[in-house]
């Protein structure tokens, strides 16, 4: 596995990152899961606090206590939950972060946070407070670094020129190619890294492509109709036949710019996480080929969630 800096912090992550959103709640499954992903060489793990209202952080909490020290946590905040009426709404506040913190340490079991980040955002939050509780957290050593995680392009910009974050993460695939236009470049310029989550969009970029396209992709997916999605996957595939696997393509093309250091992908099986190591992730996509599945697919553009 490759190891890649996070920024400008002193934190090393790999170049694939568990996201465990889909682990479950069998704490048994999980353990296996992330045991698996470890074993492979993946040193961060990505969750939320929002994840299963709570559940998800206390089950990684209770699986890592013996190997903490050997790997990196990342968790997110910014949706005031309820765990016992299951609803939430958007709290970006300084005190909310402060106290949510706490919470948080609890459930995972440990005194710090390797890298937080605020689960969202919008341009008419108090951007300036929230980055306070963040900046107060990294100097009382609660946390080693922070950033946010978003698609919005404005956003994003607001938290570049004001704040010291290490990271942003945002949905990246080749069937989602927003980041491309007007987000990479820019993050890359001031040593932040991405972190893309959703590369296999929905699982519609893996081996199991044309059977998820029928499942997931019937009213479409973002600018594409479902016959393109169809047309994608069958030249995607023809691609993976002389050169990868659908999802060593998937990843290694997100991958392939210098912003992005770690691909974030959910498993919800050990076999799942094992067709995404298997990729040989120490080798970048070829040039002939990431150019290929540029003409293949689109660069969609933004236009809501600005």
């Given at each position: 596995?490759?190891?890649?800096?996070?920024?400008?912090?002193?934190?090393?992550?790999?170049?694939?990152?568990?996201?465990?959103?889909?682990?479950?709640?069998?704490?048994?499954?999980?353990?296996?899961?992330?045991?698996?992903?470890?074993?492979?060489?993946?040193?961060?793990?990505?969750?939320?606090?929002?994840?299963?209202?709570?559940?998800?952080?206390?089950?990684?909490?209770?699986?890592?206590?013996?190997?903490?020290?050997?790997?990196?946590?990342?968790?997110?905040?910014?949706?005031?939950?309820?765990?016992?009426?299951?609803?939430?709404?958007?709290?970006?506040?300084?005190?909310?972060?402060?106290?949510?913190?706490?919470?948080?340490?609890?459930?995972?079991?440990?005194?710090?946070?390797?890298?937080?980040?605020?689960?969202?955002?919008?341009?008419?939050?108090?951007?300036?407070?929230?980055?306070?509780?963040?900046?107060?957290?990294?100097?009382?050593?609660?946390?080693?670094?922070?950033?946010?995680?978003?698609?919005?392009?404005?956003?994003?910009?607001?938290?570049?020129?004001?704040?010291?974050?290490?990271?942003?993460?945002?949905?990246?695939?080749?069937?989602?190619?927003?980041?491309?236009?007007?987000?990479?470049?820019?993050?890359?310029?001031?040593?932040?890294?991405?972190?893309?989550?959703?590369?296999?969009?929905?699982?519609?970029?893996?081996?199991?492509?044309?059977?998820?396209?029928?499942?997931?992709?019937?009213?479409?997916?973002?600018?594409?109709?479902?016959?393109?999605?169809?047309?994608?996957?069958?030249?995607?595939?023809?691609?993976?036949?002389?050169?990868?696997?659908?999802?060593?393509?998937?990843?290694?093309?997100?991958?392939?710019?210098?912003?992005?250091?770690?691909?974030?992908?959910?498993?919800?099986s050990t076999n799942q996480v094992t067709e995404n190591v298997n990729i040989n992730p120490q080798e970048s996509l070829p040039e002939n080929i990431y150019q290929s599945i540029k003409n293949i697919t689109k660069p969609i553009k933004y236009t809501n969630?600005?």
């Amino acid at each position: 596995m490759k190891i890649n800096q996070l920024g400008k912090s002193n934190i090393q992550i790999s170049n694939l990152t568990l996201g465990c959103m889909s682990l479950g709640t069998n704490k048994k499954q999980a353990k296996n899961i992330i045991d698996c992903a470890l074993h492979y060489g993946i040193n961060h793990l990505d969750t939320a606090d929002l994840y299963d209202f709570g559940l998800n952080e206390e089950i990684i909490g209770e699986i890592i206590q013996d190997k903490r020290s050997d790997l990196i946590l990342t968790t997110k905040v910014g949706n005031h939950f309820n765990k016992g009426t299951k609803d939430w709404y958007w709290d970006p506040s300084k005190a909310y972060i402060l106290n949510e913190v706490k919470e948080s340490l609890q459930r995972l079991k440990t005194d710090y946070i390797d890298f937080y980040m605020l689960h969202g955002g919008t341009l008419s939050d108090p951007i300036p407070e929230t980055i306070e509780a963040f900046e107060q957290l990294k100097k009382e050593g609660i946390i080693r670094s922070y950033g946010i995680s978003s698609i919005r392009p404005n956003v994003i910009r607001e938290y570049v020129e004001k704040s010291s974050i290490d990271g942003v993460m945002m949905q990246y695939s080749m069937l989602d190619r927003r980041p491309e236009e007007e987000i990479l470049d820019l993050l890359q310029d001031h040593n932040i890294s991405v972190l893309a989550r959703g590369p296999l969009a929905k699982g519609m970029l893996s081996q199991q492509s044309y059977k998820l396209i029928q499942e997931k992709g019937q009213n479409g997916y973002l600018g594409y109709s479902l016959d393109e999605l169809e047309e994608i996957s069958k030249r995607i595939s023809t691609l993976s036949e002389q050169h990868h696997s659908m999802n060593e393509l998937a990843l290694k093309y997100v991958l392939h710019h210098p912003a992005v250091t770690s691909a974030v992908f959910g498993a919800s099986s050990t076999n799942q996480v094992t067709e995404n190591v298997n990729i040989n992730p120490q080798e970048s996509l070829p040039e002939n080929i990431y150019q290929s599945i540029k003409n293949i697919t689109k660069p969609i553009k933004y236009t809501n969630h600005r």
